[in-house]
């Protein structure tokens, strides 16, 4: 209790945007396109698959660039569907990396979307043809020795399964670096949407609560984020949940190709995962949040602030632990009560973009 205690004072008198070389604002000048490596378990829960819609918009708006996608489910419809996904946003070509075992396998939304037919009898969100995924690790190496020097933000928001594998790889052909140091040279930041950070025992994400991300692989989870050379910012379960999808918005505004994709795909998600519910269901943004978070400048949108540098560590179980360290390179998204309806407003005007 005292620990609790503590953690909510500090976190109440402690609140600090980031001084110069803010994590937020990863870029170099004004100009610059943020080089984007998605990380993510979709399949089981809806919001990754608008998450990367955002990656999407934003890079045809300039913002980013996306090198490639990194899966960590198993499921075989995982890799169709975000290629899928992909190539309804223009972008076909993008690299898909697949395991062939991960932590979990489930598809409450993908082999449903991608069964849906046109008039004619074919795919109305055709998988491009000839697409073959890649071995995750691989394409994360081969990405990253591509990359100029601290120009990749990775976005992890899903299982830390590959990306901390990544850490123990050897040199190879690709590069004779190891994985660590490939990151060390070429990653800038890491978001990860994972953690409970919130100090309140009554809140629904009290920080004793293990959540999904973390739980469902430990070991990889505190290895990444003890060996993680690079800053980390995390965007914790609380975070998420504070902002919710808006179902008029999803019933009324997704009409175009593309927002119908991402439409559809909850309704079907929400056949499975709230019955009762379909389109009315206010889903919370967990990943949506993480991703939107780094890839809009902070100054003058004001969506979120950061805390001050934390060493944050997780148990046996998951659970998540944090205290101030202002040597640390690990943080957290602090999100205002102020600001929930500027972030779901800005989640609606890129998601149902047609």
């Known amino acids: ?71 960590t489910n198993e499921n075989p419809n995982v890799a169709p569907f975000v290629a899928a996904e992909n190539a309804l946003y223009g972008r076909p070509n993008i690299p898909v990396g697949a395991p062939e075992h991960a932590a979990r396998n489930t598809d409450r939304y993908l082999s449903a979307t991608l069964a849906q037919k046109i008039a004619d009898g074919s795919p109305e969100f055709p998988v491009p043809e000839g697409f073959t995924p890649e071995e995750p690790i691989a394409l994360l190496r081969r990405l990253l020795a591509n990359a100029p020097d601290r120009s990749v933000v990775m976005i992890q928001v899903g299982f830390s399964t590959n990306l901390a594998a990544l850490l123990d790889s050897p040199g190879d052909d690709v590069s004779p670096l190891t994985g660590k140091e490939l990151v060390a040279q070429k990653v800038r930041l890491l978001s990860i949407m994972g953690g409970s950070f919130a100090p309140d025992p009554s809140a629904k994400y009290y920080v004793e609560l293990a959540e999904w991300n973390i739980k469902n692989d430990v070991p990889a989870a505190r290895k990444l984020v003890d060996e993680q050379p ?3 910012v995390f965007s914790g379960a609380e975070v998420g949940d504070a902002v919710r999808m808006s179902p008029t918005n999803l019933k009324r505004d997704y009409r175009g ?40 400048p902070e100054e003058g ?8 540098p934390l060493d944050v560590t997780f148990d046996d179980k998951g659970v998540t632990q944090f205290a101030p360290n202002p040597e640390s390179k690990r943080r957290i998204f602090l999100l205002d009560d102020d600001a929930k309806i500027r972030v779901s407003e800005a989640i609606v005007n890129i998601c149902s973009e047609p």
């Open 257 to 296: 190709p593309k927002a119908k994709f991402l439409r559809d795909a909850f309704a079907h998600w929400a056949s499975v995962a709230a019955p009762n519910e379909g389109l009315n269901h206010r889903r919370p943004t967990w990943d949506i949040t993480s991703v939107l978070f780094v890839l809009r």
């Open 1 to 71: 209790m005292k620990q609790t205690l503590f953690l909510f004072v500090f976190l109440l008198t402690s609140f600090a945007y980031a001084a110069e070389g803010d994590l937020l604002d990863v870029r170099d000048s004004q100009d610059d396109v943020i080089n984007v490596i998605f990380d993510t378990d979709i399949g089981g829960d809806i919001d990754d698959a608008f998450a990367l819609a955002v990656i999407h918009r934003l890079a045809d708006q300039g913002v980013c660039n996306l090198l490639g996608v990194t899966l």
């Open 230 to 232: 690079t800053e980390i």
């Open 301 to 308: 949108r004001e969506y979120y602030r950061l805390s001050e």
